[in-house]
């Protein structure tokens, strides 16, 4: 049974995501819950970004993917910071 690099990065992330729900769910000390949040939030754009190849693609054949779907999420990202004051001042 041969793995490819997005399964690998896959089975990862998965273990993550639940290393940071149980840092988020843990009541004891809020450094810890802040760090889940982050852990969190940086884990499921990765997994935006893993989720959108195939598993089948060999690993030199990633860095376009990877870059392209990056810079999707990445705009997505400014554009709503850019728009979320604006929008909200239209609101009020």
């Known amino acids: 049974m ?3 690099v997005v ?3 896959k089975s990862i992330l998965s273990v993550l995501l639940l290393v940071a729900l149980v840092l988020i769910g843990q009541g004891l000390n ?5 760090f889940g949040i982050l852990m969190m939030l940086a884990l499921v754009v990765i997994g935006f970004t893993f989720n959108n190849i ?6 030199r054949r990633l860095v376009i993917p990877l870059v392209v779907t990056w810079v ?12 979320a004051p604006l929008l909200a001042q239209i609101g009020s």
Not at 54 to 59: C, K, L, N, Q
Not at 72 to 83: D, E, H, K, P, Q
């Open 2 to 4: 041969t793995s490819t």
């Open 7 to 9: 399964a690998r990065v």
């Open 30 to 34: 809020v450094t810890v819950y802040s």
């Open 54 to 59: 195939a598993e089948d693609r060999p690993a």
């Open 72 to 83: 999707i999420v990445g705009g997505i990202f400014a554009l709503s910071y850019v728009l």
